[in-house]
């Protein structure tokens, strides 16, 4: 009967002891979490200050330098540009709101894939310019013609995409020059020269990235 009661003193006490530990545990991780704090996030001037979502973090330091995609529609309303997404990155933060710049854009690699025909050609260009803010931007470009190019046809149309990319080059900064690829009309520009040279199905800035 005393081996017993001894048995049984001995497994409350560690179930008492298995609980207490549980609850500490949760405790700290209870504590941890109410460390952290929410922060807004806010698109330049340039994109008039939009809210593009929220992030978490302990320390202010640490939410800087995050990056956040943004999908063009979400910003603009407009849904012709649901296949553009932009990419902001985290450049200041005050209080809880964390101010981010517009990094580059990209498009829908689907939304290509429905307007390329095997009778046409892609033209591609990668080039680079500078912002009067001394950033070097990334810039790619897709021409789809109608029908099959020759490769004197598209050394033509590759320089009128160099043609409309260069005044822009050391005149605006970055981020306007980044609002100008997305909502501007330097396609239409690209577009409107590109076919005196040849018959085309689409014209797209496919890319831009703020590099170094």
Not at 146 to 164: E, F, M, P
Request: hydrophobic letters at 35%; aromatic letters at 6%; one cysteine or more.
């Amino acid at each position: 009967m005393a081996d017993e009661k001894k048995a049984s003193a001995k497994q409350e006490k560690t179930e008492s002891a298995t609980v207490e530990k549980k609850s500490v545990v949760k405790k700290r991780g209870v504590d941890k979490w109410k460390k952290k704090t929410w922060y807004t996030l806010i698109a330049s001037k340039e994109f008039d200050r939009k809210e593009l979502g929220t992030t978490v973090a302990e320390k202010p330091q640490l939410v800087m330098g995050r990056t956040v995609a943004v999908g063009v529609r979400q910003l603009s309303g407009d849904p012709k540009k649901s296949h553009v997404t932009l990419i902001f990155k985290v450049v200041d933060v005050k209080g809880n709101k964390a101010y981010c710049d517009a990094i580059g854009h990209e498009i829908k690699d689907s939304y290509l894939r429905k307007f390329t025909r095997r009778r046409g050609s892609k033209v591609e260009l990668v080039k680079f310019i500078e912002s009067s803010d001394n950033k070097k931007i990334k810039i790619k470009t897709i021409i789809l013609t109608n029908k099959k190019s020759t490769g004197k046809k598209k050394t033509a149309l590759r320089k009128v995409i160099t043609d409309k990319l260069d005044p822009i080059s050391k005149k605006y900064p970055s981020q306007e020059i980044i609002s100008e690829l997305v909502f501007g009309s330097l396609v239409q520009k690209i577009f409107s020269d590109a076919k005196k040279v040849e018959p085309l199905k689409r014209v797209e800035i496919t890319k831009s990235r703020i590099v170094g």
